[in-house]
């Protein structure tokens, strides 16, 4: 038995491996999984000019409990409002993660309070910790030497990220006060200046860089 477990483990984290898909993670509890419907498109689009990635244009939708996860490297997740996992969700999120897979969390604004007890599911003894800004992420094609930038201001706080590692890889990142989800979306959505929509959308392609990197 713990042979033939081993065994699809490491197929799936072949699949990770060689995969450039990306997907939008759809959760429970009543948050807006959906909201930025342009965001990841114009992200893809962006990332396929810019840092020849060949990933497909229509986004994909995932539950945190489906083995399709796996077909992923990059899984993104966004909302304003609460969120919960099962825990037969949180597990199949610890194994994903755990097989290579990356989980971005972009906090739209209202996440964060349900957000932080339904990690706790995914990883008990894991914390999530603020990244530096000499953290790689910030350098992988795109240059951010003060670290994640400030794209929609909500109540003048700091943007932050944060991460949690495992085995010296960073597995999720989790992006606080900055609403990069928002910069990624049409011009005519939040009528956002180009330098900003700029500057979100090469923040985003330097976090897929690293996810399908590292």
Known sequence: MKASL????????????????IAVLQYGGGGDWYSNPTALPNLVNFCN????????????????????????????????????FTLEEAENLRNYLLSGGFLHIDDNYGMDQY?????VKIFPKEELKELPSNHPIFSSKYKFPDGLPKIHEHDSSRPQAFGIEKEGRLVLLYTFESDLGDGWE????HNDPPQVRLKALRMGANIIKYAFEN
């Open 6 to 21: 081993f065994f699809i483990a490491t197929l799936f984290s072949a699949t990770i491996v060689t995969a450039q898909e």
């Open 49 to 84: 000019k810019e840092i020849n990635t060949k990933i497909q244009e229509k986004t994909q939708v995932v539950k945190p409990d489906n083995i399709d996860i796996f077909d992923f490297p990059f899984v993104h997740m966004t909302g304003h409002g609460n969120v919960f």
């Open 115 to 119: 957000l932080r007890k339904e990690l």
């Open 186 to 189: 049409s011009e005519e959505v």
